[in-house]
């Protein structure tokens, strides 16, 4: 398994100096393809949603884009999901953050397709502590995911580009998907916490 090509004190130092961190060539060549191929040829994908569990609802005022969730039935998943529990051991051993699982789903924005700004945690009713973008394929124009502080100040846009991943707190910044031009694969995911009550973890959102 291929550790980022960012070193982990840069990746760490990046991410205590500003809440988020761009890691351009996070995933090799060989996975990356693999899992495009996937993403383009095989998956299922359903429209995307809001909300969780009995308040999840399809908007399409809100977002536009469709998505299949991760189950690990293929190689690349499961080399994508090591790789993943990898940053999770970093940023538990080096963060002390208490990330307890990885969850993640294959998303396709189609010409036109956007996410309106949101974030993906709120304070003290989520589990997700970390959350991570990882683009599948590089397009030209269109689909950046655009991140914003806490005073809702434009960070930076980020420009779909394949191997490369953006990972920030998830209760802490702002974001959305600009709408897309070229059409633009990626997996978004959230490193949790266990927030389970009474002995039952919390559910998958």
């Known amino acids: 398994m291929s550790a980022p090509a960012l070193s982990s004190d840069a990746i760490i130092e990046a991410f205590y100096q500003h809440g988020w961190v761009w890691l351009p060539d ?7 393809t693999a899992l ?3 993403a383009q040829h095989e998956a299922q994908f359903a429209p995307a949603g809001v909300g969780r569990q009995g308040d999840h609802q399809l908007n399409q005022q809100i977002r536009r884009d469709a998505t299949q969730w991760f189950d690990g039935s293929t190689t690349a998943q499961q080399q994508y999901l090591a ?6 051991q970093l940023f538990n051993r080096r963060c002390f953050l208490g990330l307890f699982d ?3 789903h294959f998303a396709r924005y189609q010409n036109g397709d956007y996410y309106q700004k949101h974030v993906d945690a709120f304070s003290g009713r989520s589990n997700r502590v970390l959350t991570t973008v990882s683009y599948l394929n590089s397009v030209s124009a269109g689909g950046e995911l655009a991140l914003y502080d806490e005073h809702d100040k434009l960070i930076d846009k980020f420009l779909p580009a394949a191997g490369g991943l ?15 031009i070229d059409t633009r694969y ?4 959230w490193f949790r916490k266990n927030a389970s009550i009474n002995g039952v973890l919390d559910p998958a959102s």
Do not use: K, Y
């Open 36 to 38: 495009a191929h996937e």
């Open 83 to 88: 790789q993943m529990a990898l940053l999770q």
């Open 102 to 104: 990885f969850e993640c």
């Open 186 to 189: 990626s997996i978004a995911g």
């Open 166 to 180: 953006i990972l920030f707190e998830s209760e802490r910044f702002p974001h959305e998907v600009l709408p897309a």
């Open 26 to 32: 996070f995933l090799s060549t060989e996975l990356n």
